[in-house]
């Protein structure tokens, strides 16, 4: 294959990348992240670069959104035909937070969820306990794959394994290393990095082989990582830190639950509690009345996190994050206050659950025949290549497709509640306490969660959002080491349901997809 050299202007910085390799992840290979918040679609519009040399003709996705602005592409839409010199304007590459100075003694340790989909950082000063966030970006292992069967699938082929390593550790590690050096914190300050995250993604920081993981009887060959330094990564940053990494059940059931299960434990939470961490891979556990401990896990995909709908995005500038009807219509809140370019999970929660509330889609998920309904301001019925939409504005639509994707999640995940409330004999009305976490789980609207339906209605719970427990769970280790204690008992009571060939998740599954009403 032939190889391109890509130069980053002004420093002169130049890597040599094979034929078709895109823009944006070239520079993401030369430490360059830039904001990618729709995921690589084209829709919008952060990852803009000057290029000049060989290129292929813009596509119109970057037509409509550079138009006026010679020489300007989207990054993620350019795949290299030639040599190329690319500037990026500072405003667009990623910026980290600042951290309050408390004089330069005090320990920090650093936080490290790996998602799926994100990849979140924060530093925590393990005194106090208090955290800063400092980075988050798109798993860059995403161009092998968005969920986690095919990330396992592609490293079970040559090299990919070691390179879908190097693509994890080297993004961290350059955001910690840039972080640092932004902040002014000297490296001997932190004294552990603390990782969370699904099994898969664990293993594969790690460099394990995780093609057993997609294989009956799915076999783990570890469970727990103890006794590692940053150097048993390859890294240079920081050789000796230790590494505190949350201990997995299976290849189903990672730190990431594990960590949630901990977490609701040190609060108190023993019995009659059900809780869903909603990820690209959702995962459920479930206290039962003597405090037994039932978990399981289900493919959701990237959908609540902004990916895979036509203009989903996450929750960066442009995005519109949340939607609310009032006597004029429908009022979106867009994020930055700037005109939008994408819309976000909680964005598209809203808006679902408003349009299946009045009738503008049925229950069956199918839109309303524009016959029948007169849609609120300002949105309208259309129509892109034969897929029939919901115009928002903008150019941003919601398609009959996003509604189905949207649906193949609330059905997994309603399925798999039900399924594991019936293997742990509950009701759900003996549910008392319910824990929703996710990237944005605090950020959602009750009401209109709610009424997808993505679990049972739990009448006579609680409801709590607790935002990203996976991230917590790693705050927490930094601060707690026995917490890693507490989450390996915790672990090792655990009951697993699994459900892949699980007789009865087929038709479990297509009943969960109705958005009908559960009875009350
Ligand atoms: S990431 Fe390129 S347009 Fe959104």
């Given at each position: 294959m032939k190889g391109y050299t890509v130069t980053v202007k002004p420093s002169g910085k130049s890597q040599v990348f094979p034929e078709g390799t895109l823009i944006c992840d070239a520079l993401l290979d030369m430490g360059i992240p830039l904001k990618t918040p729709c995921g690589g679609k084209g829709t919008c519009g952060h990852c803009r670069v000057s290029v000049t040399g060989n290129q292929p003709p813009r596509t119109p996705s970057e037509e409509r959104i550079l138009r006026g602005t010679p020489g300007v592409r989207l990054s993620c839409q350019v795949p290299l035909t030639g040599d190329v010199e690319i500037r990026v304007e500072e405003r667009l590459r990623k910026k980290q937070r600042r951290v309050p100075h408390h004089g330069n003694d005090r320990p920090y340790g650093l936080a490290v969820d790996i998602g799926t989909?994100?990849?979140?950082?924060?530093?925590?000063?393990?005194?106090?306990?208090?955290?800063?966030?400092?980075?988050?970006?798109?798993?860059?292992?995403?161009?092998?794959?968005?969920?986690?069967?095919?990330?396992?699938?592609?490293?079970?082929?040559?090299?990919?394994?070691?390179?879908?390593?190097?693509?994890?550790?080297?993004?961290?590690?350059?955001?910690?290393?840039?972080?640092?050096?932004?902040?002014?914190?000297?490296?001997?300050?932190?004294?552990?990095?603390?990782?969370?995250?699904?099994?898969?993604?664990?293993?594969?920081?790690?460099?394990?082989?995780?093609?057993?993981?997609?294989?009956?009887?799915?076999?783990?060959?570890?469970?727990?990582?103890?006794?590692?330094?940053?150097?048993?990564?390859?890294?240079?940053?920081?050789?000796?830190?230790?590494?505190?990494?949350?201990?997995?059940?299976s290849a189903f059931l990672g730190g990431d639950l594990i960590g949630g299960l901990a977490l609701c434990h040190k609060n108190g939470i023993r019995k009659n509690a059900f809780f869903i961490d909603l990820g690209t891979n959702g995962e459920l556990f479930l206290l039962d009345q003597s405090g037994l401990v039932h978990a399981t896990s289900c493919a959701m995909g990237p959908a609540l996190e902004g990916m895979n709908l036509s203009w989903g995005m996450t929750a960066e500038d442009g995005a519109i994050v949340h939607v609310t009807q009032g006597a004029g219509g429908l009022f979106f809140e867009i994020m930055?206050?700037?005109?939008?370019?994408?819309?976000?999970?909680?964005?598209?929660?809203?808006?679902?659950?408003?349009?299946?509330?009045?009738?503008?889609?049925?229950?069956?998920?199918?839109?309303?025949?524009?016959?029948?309904?007169?849609?609120?301001?300002?949105?309208?019925?259309?129509?892109?290549?034969?897929?029939?939409?919901?115009?928002?504005?903008?150019?941003?639509?919601?398609?009959?497709?996003?509604?189905?994707?949207?649906?193949?999640?609330?059905?997994?995940?309603?399925?798999?509640?039900?399924?594991?409330?019936?293997?742990?004999?509950?009701?759900?009305?003996?549910?008392?306490?319910?824990?929703?976490?996710?990237?944005?789980?605090?950020?959602?609207?009750?009401?209109?969660?709610?009424?997808?339906?993505?679990?049972?209605?739990?009448?006579?719970?609680?409801?709590?959002?607790?935002?990203?427990?996976?991230?917590?769970?790693?705050?927490?280790?930094?601060?707690?080491?026995?917490?890693?204690?507490?989450?390996?008992?915790?672990?090792d009571r655990t009951r697993e349901l699994v459900l892949a060939n699980h007789p009865e998740f087929q038709d479990t599954f297509i009943r969960a997809l109705s958005f009908s009403r559960a009875p009350s």
């Amino acid at each position: 294959m032939k190889g391109y050299t890509v130069t980053v202007k002004p420093s002169g910085k130049s890597q040599v990348f094979p034929e078709g390799t895109l823009i944006c992840d070239a520079l993401l290979d030369m430490g360059i992240p830039l904001k990618t918040p729709c995921g690589g679609k084209g829709t919008c519009g952060h990852c803009r670069v000057s290029v000049t040399g060989n290129q292929p003709p813009r596509t119109p996705s970057e037509e409509r959104i550079l138009r006026g602005t010679p020489g300007v592409r989207l990054s993620c839409q350019v795949p290299l035909t030639g040599d190329v010199e690319i500037r990026v304007e500072e405003r667009l590459r990623k910026k980290q937070r600042r951290v309050p100075h408390h004089g330069n003694d005090r320990p920090y340790g650093l936080a490290v969820d790996i998602g799926t989909t994100n990849v979140r950082i924060s530093m925590v000063e393990t005194g106090s306990g208090s955290s800063y966030h400092l980075d988050s970006f798109l798993n860059p292992q995403r161009r092998f794959g968005h969920d986690v069967i095919s990330r396992i699938s592609a490293a079970s082929s040559g090299d990919v394994l070691k390179t879908m390593q190097a693509l994890i550790r080297t993004s961290i590690f350059s955001s910690i290393a840039d972080s640092l050096d932004a902040l002014g914190i000297s490296p001997e300050r932190i004294t552990c990095i603390a990782f969370s995250g699904n099994t898969t993604m664990l293993y594969l920081l790690l460099g394990k082989d995780v093609s057993p993981l997609g294989t009956y009887p799915y076999p783990v060959s570890a469970r727990e990582f103890s006794s590692l330094t940053v150097r048993d990564l390859g890294e240079t940053l920081l050789p000796e830190t230790p590494l505190l990494i949350l201990p997995v059940l299976s290849a189903f059931l990672g730190g990431d639950l594990i960590g949630g299960l901990a977490l609701c434990h040190k609060n108190g939470i023993r019995k009659n509690a059900f809780f869903i961490d909603l990820g690209t891979n959702g995962e459920l556990f479930l206290l039962d009345q003597s405090g037994l401990v039932h978990a399981t896990s289900c493919a959701m995909g990237p959908a609540l996190e902004g990916m895979n709908l036509s203009w989903g995005m996450t929750a960066e500038d442009g995005a519109i994050v949340h939607v609310t009807q009032g006597a004029g219509g429908l009022f979106f809140e867009i994020m930055g206050e700037i005109p939008p370019s994408g819309i976000s999970g909680t964005g598209v929660i809203d808006l679902i659950s408003i349009l299946l509330e009045k009738g503008y889609i049925e229950e069956s998920g199918v839109f309303a025949s524009p016959a029948d309904v007169n849609l609120p301001s300002p949105l309208s019925f259309g129509e892109t290549d034969g897929i029939r939409e919901i115009r928002i504005g903008n150019g941003i639509a919601l398609t009959q497709v996003d509604v189905r994707t949207v649906q193949l999640a609330k059905g997994a995940s309603l399925a798999a509640s039900e399924l594991l409330l019936k293997e742990a004999r509950c009701s759900a009305d003996d549910i008392e306490h319910v824990f929703i976490a996710g990237s944005f789980g605090e950020n959602l609207n009750v009401e209109h969660f709610r009424r997808l339906g993505f679990i049972p209605e739990f009448k006579n719970a609680s409801w709590e959002f607790l935002g990203n427990t996976s991230l917590l769970a790693a705050q927490k280790v930094c601060c707690d080491p026995r917490f890693l204690e507490t989450a390996t008992r915790l672990r090792d009571r655990t009951r697993e349901l699994v459900l892949a060939n699980h007789p009865e998740f087929q038709d479990t599954f297509i009943r969960a997809l109705s958005f009908s009403r559960a009875p009350s």
